[in-house]
């Protein structure tokens, strides 16, 4: 079967260059992806795949149903762009000013079609059902919610998911057993002091250098209290505040994010931070307004579905194409919302070149090699063709 696999995506890969290209081309940004998610449509259909538009707000499902099994897999790529002006030099560039798919999601979506075209030629062989989710609005968090609301994630037994990374070269796979990302949550904090004269700062409550006083000690105290071993990211990003030179602010306003990678980590970290805000403004007399807002978890990858990608890319690729990788990222992927509701895995796949620079994700002259997308279909469409050769 794997040969069978191997040969149909090599003889698939001229059209799926074709397919990547042409949404490179045309990138829309997330809530927006209505000519993508025709597109994809469009490709499903013509492979015999029931097709379910609208699903998420703008995201796309195909069903392909099997013989023999009724366990149910689903494979989920994203297809929303980022606000970013492409500054590469490739004759397929972005057409739409100030958008670009810098994060690899036009490779995404057409390993998605690709993997749906190659086990919708395997016919009789093929055993199982098979779920494709094409969401939209990845890059603001809010895609996976939407899919899931619309019942995406009915009846499924395990789901496969797949980001691009441009550190591992083309041609191999990163696999990562357990925390894959970071959950990633917004805090907002507004600290209120009391106005008054530049000069006479005795006579006022500076809420600016509260502030500053708020912003140092939860810097300090991460490295103090929290454990070394679960890693946290607290980072204010905007600041806020004041009227004039010559008035001391009476209030400020601080608003950042916080990544975390374990779950008690995650369960803990708003009562913590409140603390150490609480007492700060308590020891000079500010009143303080906290909003933290739950975004998405950390990806968790399960074991024994991660074991089964391994093992199938290196049947697939040997072990030398095989990276087991030994650090989470601290970035955010919403796939871990689908996780709530199913055991899954997502890998890492290769996109780097060999003899040029490899710019990282979300920058405007960010480029992948397209030799990876044969990479990834095959590493997929076994993964998924093996799930049913496990036990039930």
């Known amino acids: 079967m794997l040969t069978r696999i191997k040969d149909l995506a090599q003889e698939l890969a001229p059209r799926l260059i074709e397919i990547r290209r042409h949404i490179h081309s045309h990138p829309e940004l997330s809530g927006q992806e209505y ?10 259909s013509s492979c015999g795949i029931v097709v379910q538009e609208a699903v998420g707000q703008t995201g796309v499902i195909g069903e392909l149903v099997g013989r023999t099994d009724d366990r149910l897999v689903a494979l989920r790529t994203d297809m929303d762009a980022l606000p970013i002006n492409e500054c590469t030099h490739l004759e397929f560039r972005s057409r ?11 490779v995404h979506t057409t390993l998605g079609l690709g993997t749906a075209m190659v086990l919708s030629k395997l016919g009789e062989v093929f055993p199982g059902n098979v779920r494709f989710l094409f969401q939209a609005a990845e890059e603001i968090a809010q895609g996976a919610r939407w899919m899931v609301q619309d019942g995406a994630m009915n009846d499924v037994s395990a789901i496969f ?7 591992i070269p083309a041609g191999s796979i990163g696999i ?19 106005s008054g004269h530049g000069a006479r ?15 140092t000690n939860l810097q300090q105290a991460i490295s103090r209290t929290q454990n070394p071993l679960r890693p946290m990211v607290l980072t204010i990003g ?21 990544r975390t990678t374990h779950p008690e980590t995650h369960a803990n970290i708003p009562a913590w931070i409140e603390g150490i805000v609480a007492s700060v403004c308590q020891a000079y007399g500010a009143r303080y307004e906290m909003n933290y807002r739950r975004g998405v978890p950390s990806v968790q990858n399960d074991l024994a579905l991660t074991q089964l990608l391994e093992e199938s890319a290196k049947e697939a690729w040997g072990s030398d194409r095989v ?15 689908y996780l ?5 895995s997502m890998i890492r796949l290769g996109v780097g070149f060999q003899d040029k620079p490899n710019y990282p994700l979300h920058h405007p002259q960010f480029e992948v090699d397209e030799s990876a997308i044969v990479t990834g279909v095959v590493t997929l469409a076994y993964a998924i063709y093996q799930y049913w050769q496990q036990p039930g």
């Open 35 to 44: 000519q993508t998610a025709a597109y994809i449509a469009g490709v499903l």
């Open 96 to 106: 739409q000013p100030g958008v670009m798919h810098a994060c690899g999601h036009d």
């Open 161 to 167: 998911g797949v980001h691009v990374f441009p550190s």
């Open 176 to 194: 990562r057993y357990g925390a894959l990302t970071a959950a990633a949550d917004d805090l907002e904090l507004t600290i209120m002091g009391e």
């Open 201 to 215: 700062p005795h006579e006022a409550i500076d809420a600016i250098w509260i502030a500053s006083q708020v912003i």
């Open 238 to 258: 905007q600041i806020s505040g004041g009227r004039a030179p010559n008035v001391i602010a009476d209030q400020v306003r601080l608003t950042g994010t916080v």
């Open 323 to 337: 990276q087991i990788l030994l650090e989470p990222s601290l970035g955010a992927e919403d796939f871990s919302v």
């Open 340 to 344: 709530e509701h199913s055991p899954g």
